[in-house]
């Protein structure tokens, strides 16, 4: 199974993968804010950010109350990021910035 991961995509592609399980909560906002920052359906969310149907629809959920998030009705369904939410986005990348530089 893993000879046939470094074949197809090399040791970045397994290092990916492992690191995409052990994200923070901020980080998976950040990603599904910009996921969504054009515009994305919830299927669409749900494979590009690699998280359940389940826990993509809670974190929308609290970016939406929060004013993050919006969606256009319609068929389907448009999840899209507001300004207040590009804003969130950017501070919290900045953050990310700021603590990768940290020598802990």
Request: aromatic letters at 6%.
């Given at each position: 199974m893993?000879?046939?991961?470094?074949?197809?995509?090399?040791?970045?592609?397994?290092?990916?993968?492992?690191?995409?399980?052990?994200?923070?909560?901020?980080?998976?906002?950040?990603?599904i804010?910009?996921?969504?920052?054009?515009?994305?359906?919830?299927?669409?969310?749900?494979?590009?950010?690699?998280?359940?149907?389940?826990?993509?629809?809670?974190?929308?959920?609290?970016l939406?109350?929060n004013?993050?998030?919006i969606y256009?009705?319609?068929?389907?369904r448009?999840?899209k990021?507001?300004?207040?939410?590009?804003?969130?986005?950017?501070?919290?990348?900045?953050?990310?910035?700021?603590?990768?530089?940290?020598k802990?």
């Amino acid at each position: 199974m893993h000879a046939a991961r470094l074949r197809k995509g090399g040791l970045e592609a397994l290092w990916g993968n492992y690191m995409r399980a052990r994200r923070s909560k901020d980080q998976i906002i950040v990603e599904i804010l910009n996921i969504c920052e054009k515009g994305e359906n919830l299927t669409n969310i749900v494979y590009r950010s690699s998280i359940s149907f389940a826990s993509i629809k809670a974190y929308l959920a609290v970016l939406m109350k929060n004013d993050l998030l919006i969606y256009q009705d319609g068929s389907p369904r448009i999840y899209k990021t507001t300004p207040k939410g590009l804003a969130m986005r950017d501070r919290l990348e900045g953050l990310h910035k700021l603590m990768e530089g940290l020598k802990i």
